[in-house]
């Protein structure tokens, strides 16, 4: 087993995230089987009872996992299934620590942080990147660790020591430390080299020595800087590379191998892999990048939630939306529009909050109401959903965006003025929508209905079903509470609402269609957390693709996105049509790509 231990230097948020995923995805183009690790020094146990403000959202793991975001990226990136171990915490740790002290596993010795938390550190990474992440079953041949926070913090020491302790543990010939670090640029425009030299300083103080340095820049590095940055912190120039911001995050992986990372990767760590062609080397991250930089027509989407001051909180949605607008060929234009400022109180409070927030979702071409809980915002989101219904908008419900669907249909088409979910209203005379039986009330972490379950597709022709190419069933992660209360079911089929999809004992609802609408359609599960650069979620490529007037023609074609060509026949186009060299590769424009794909 080889490992690659990615830290951070100067501020959090640098980037390490996409670094680290970029560099497992250049090693599996290289035909290796590679897994990922996060590192989060918070005491937390997992990330299940974070406030979406503090730490963006909650991702969601096919065996039920709560963990932090960058598991996501991991996952999108290298088309892995992780575990939940794969997330450590110092909650996890200290809480086995803990246990095995219990249990008189240390017999009466004094437990330390040295070496029992530091040896418990290493014993978990060496099992856990053992575990088999891909479809293969076959178990990794590289780990990529990401150590979360900045090397310095107090938090993190334990993991500096523990890495420090592994590096010999596997030998120096199966470690590659590389640390990204921030290149500050002055009001001048000078790029500024010394608070990454302190970093490293401190690192080496600690013991681990860099293999290679990342210099996350806004702008290109030049020569003179990557020298300076060598000598004074004890790499060769060639160890210095540079990752400016770029258009796209699927840029970095190519520019991360064009500066001969995979070499010095395979030398450090005496990989044996086979000859890489350079012309056809991450192609598919090179077309993803193309059409994301040239997109055809824009396609304006208005996501109605509760955490919209920050986009971390809708990570996976926004990204399950990219992967669809580039499928489409579209340019993601999102409204974010708070759910309160749509509601009746706010227009007397604040008018001109009241009617911006109406002009913005009115002005896009679909709306999404994504998952969430509590009260806050509920009445908005209902009115967002009756806009969409009226108004033949196509409208994506995911989790609590499906129980929103439902409680606006009661009360409008049903007729039941006070329907409700018993969240918002415990004493609602019309319970649409209640908690779910085994729900634990006791305790809030990792009590819900969570990771990968069955819905089995009705037999029929429901637009669900063709969007996930007829299948008679489907597996996708859940992670709700509440749900659709079956003893009313009747009233909404009989009314034009169809739950086409259910859990396997024909309980749960999964996923509700509308009659006579060009595409509502609701998903009890979260679809954005199998979406894929190159393979788009069914329901929200459905949802793009009618927002762009390309539904009905996408159907007709029996799920192609073109006569001639499909988005998920990307590496066939490679072999057949584009024959492109290293120079042709990069000079690369929409024309070029308009005539090879149509």
């Known amino acids: 087993m080889k490992y690659i231990l990615v830290t951070g230097g100067v501020i959090s948020g640098v980037g390490k995230g996409v670094i680290s995923s970029s560099v497992g995805a250049i090693l599996k183009a290289c035909g290796l089987n590679v897994t990922s690790i996060k590192i989060d020094p918070y005491i937390n146990v997992d990330a299940g009872t974070f406030s979406p403000y503090e730490h963006g959202e909650v ?9 932090d975001l960058d598991l996501g990226n991991y996952e999108r990136f290298l088309d892995v299934e992780l575990h939940r171990d794969n997330n450590i915490t110092t909650g996890k740790i200290y809480q086995a620590v803990i246990e095995k002290e219990r249990r008189g596993d240390y017999l009466g010795q004094t437990v330390q942080v040295i070496p029992h938390i530091t040896n418990a550190i290493q014993d978990w990474i060496e099992k856990v990147s053992l575990k088999p992440v891909d479809k293969t079953g076959s178990a990794p041949n590289i780990c990529v660790i990401e150590l979360g926070g900045v090397i310095g913090d107090i938090e993190g020491m334990p993991y500096v020591e523990a890495m420090r302790q592994f590096q010999f543990r596997v030998g120096l010939e199966n470690f590659c430390c590389c640390h990204v670090s921030l290149i500050p640029e002055t009001t001048g425009g000078e790029l500024k080299s010394k608070p990454t030299q302190m970093s490293i300083r401190e690192l080496r103080g600690f013991g681990l020595s860099p293999d290679l340095i990342l210099a996350r820049s806004r702008t290109e590095i030049n020569d003179s800087l990557k020298q300076k940055i060598s000598m004074f912190c004890h790499v060769g ?38 000859a890489i062609n350079p012309s056809s080397f991450l192609y598919h991250w090179k077309q993803l990048a193309e059409r994301y930089d040239h997109p055809y027509e824009e396609v304006k989407i208005a996501v109605v939630g509760k955490y919209t001051k920050l986009e971390d909180a809708y990570m996976s949605v926004i990204k399950a939306l990219k992967h669809s607008a580039l499928a489409c060929k579209r340019r993601l234009v999102l409204k974010w529009v708070e759910a309160d ?38 009445e908005g989101k209902i009115q967002a959903a009756r806009w969409a219904r009226k108004n033949k908008k196509p409208y994506l419900g995911v989790c609590l965006g499906l129980q929103i669907a439902v409680i606006e249909f009661a009360r409008d088409v049903l007729e039941w003025e006070d329907a409700n979910s018993t969240e918002v209203d415990p004493n609602t005379p019309h319970p649409v929508v209640i908690e779910m039986p085994e729900h634990n009330q006791g305790q809030m972490g990792g009590t819900m209905r969570l990771g990968k379950r069955k819905t089995i597709l ?6 669900t079903k063709k969007l996930y190419g007829n299948l008679d069933y489907i597996e996708e992660r859940h992670r709700h509470r509440y749900e659709v209360n079956p003893t009313l079911v009747q009233y909404f089929e009989e009314r034009g609402m169809h739950f086409v999809g259910q859990d396997i004992d024909g309980e749960r609802m999964e996923v509700l269609e509308l009659e006579d609408h060009p595409f509502y359609l609701a998903v009890q599960f979260h679809p954005e957390f199998l979406s894929r650069p190159l393979k788009p979620s069914p329901p929200y490529l459905g949802f793009l693709l009618a927002s762009s007037g390309k539904l009905e023609s996408y159907l007709q074609r029996g799920g192609r996105l073109s006569p001639r060509s499909s988005f998920n026949d990307i590496e066939e186009e490679s072999e057949n049509v584009y024959k492109c060299t290293e120079e042709t590769a990069t000079n690369c424009n929409v024309e070029k790509d308009k005539e090879a794909i149509s």
């Open 59 to 67: 991702y969601v793991l096919e065996d039920g996992g709560e963990v």
């Open 237 to 274: 120039p060639s160890q210095v590379l540079s990752v400016p911001d770029v258009s796209s995050v699927y840029r970095v992986p190519n520019l991360l191998y064009q500066q001969g990372l995979v070499s010095y990767i395979v030398n450090k760590l005496n990989l044996d892999i086979p």
């Open 341 to 378: 400022n749509l509601e009746e109180a706010v227009r007397e409070k604040d008018p001109v909050i009241y009617h911006e927030a109406w002009q913005a979702l009115c002005s896009c071409n679909g709306v999404l109401v994504p998952g969430g809980f509590g009260s806050r915002g509920a």
């Open 458 to 463: 009705k037999k029929g022709n429901s637009l």
